[in-house]
Each structure stands twice: as C-alpha cells, then as structure tokens.
C-alpha cells in the first residue's frame, strides 16, 4: 500500500509535470473564478530563499493535511531543472507567486517523452492531460487528478 507521504510526494512532481506542460502550450487561458482559486497558506521553510518560475499549479481536492488544510501542487523552473512542491492553503482563495521559494520538500522532476519522473524516485510519474489535470502515478498506478489552477 502506498503511504500518505509517497502519495504527497507523487502529487507534488505531477503537479510539476502539468505546470511545465501548460507553459508549453502556445494558447494561455486565464484561471476560472470558482472553488478551486484558494488562498494559500504555504508552511513549508525555504532553502536559502531560492526562487524560479512558475510554471503551473493544481489543486488535489481527494486529500487534505492532518490539521485540515487543503493541499496544492505548483511547478516551479529554474534554470535547466523543474520540481514540484506541495503547497497547503485554507480559505476559498489560492494566491499564487510568480517568483515563489523551492522549499526543502520539492523534488527535482525530468522530462521523459510524454510525462515527468522524480529524479530521485523514478517511480514518481506526472502527466497533464487534455484538459490541463495532472496526473499522478506510482509506477503505472494513478493515484490522484489534481484540477489545474494555473
């Protein structure tokens, strides 16, 4: 069985996926006003205040954090490398960051065809699909689609 912490941290590279596949498509949409723009309370320390670029964001409306907060995948670019982090948020606004902080939780993902892996932990698969929803797997298994924010 799958643990609530491989399963965190498989969201968190699909998430990392789905965001730099959204950068890639040439037509840019804006977030839709509903339920799924949250406000984010991120509670994760950062490693020396190092920042990129974000890609994309999902949130993963199956799970939730032991104190009930909602949790969120965002994919962050920095220079040649990309990871994906989960972020946790209460309230029914999501702010995002355009520069936001690599925590010492996010992984580094790499390309791989269609989808992303965890560099550390190959087993990690991230996909977005046609609709924008990330997709993640544990080997070949899918264990979450996370709603696309951003």
Known sequence: MVSK???FKLFASVVAVTVIAACSN???KKPAADSTAMAKSNTVVTMHADTGHL???W???AIKTEDGKDIAY???SKGNKV???AITFT???LTLNDAPPITSSASEIKKDGDKYVGVNSPTEVYKVDKTGNLLIYDGETLVAV???IL
Do not use: T
């Open 91 to 93: 309230g029914k606004s």
């Open 74 to 76: 965002e994919v962050i």
């Open 59 to 61: 949130h993963d409306e």
């Open 55 to 57: 890609v994309g964001a």
């Open 83 to 85: 990871y994906i982090q």
């Open 146 to 148: 996370c709603k696309k």
């Open 26 to 28: 040439e037509e840019k």
């Open 5 to 7: 912490e491989s399963i």
